[in-house]
């Protein structure tokens, strides 16, 4: 059982990474949207490739906006955290409890 802990181990730690890397992908977005970056530079463009597909059904569905302001980053933030605090941890938990 002790090789499942390892493997379950490993899942939750390389989640982790993964869900943190997109969480300052996102604040690199919500930075990125205060300035006029050039559309055409591969790395604005990699960052909006990569969080368009999670933002633009957020702002579909609540379309809520302050004074001109997109809260949908703060959202998916809001999500990436929840994520890991429940899943990654709950995986640790499973993992330590199968080795």
Known sequence: M???GNFLKA???VLNYVLTFYMWIVVARAVLSWVNPDPY???VRF???VTEPILDP???RFPLG???IDISPIIV???VVFLQN???TSLLRLSMSLM
Do not use: D, S
Request: aromatic share 12%; no cysteine.
């Open 11 to 13: 899942v939750a730690i």
């Open 66 to 68: 302050f004074g001109g």
């Open 41 to 43: 530079n591969p790395i």
């Open 2 to 4: 002790f090789i499942i």
């Open 77 to 79: 933030i809001l999500a």
């Open 86 to 88: 429940f899943v990654v």
């Open 47 to 49: 960052i909006h490739t």
């Open 58 to 60: 957020i702002r579909t």
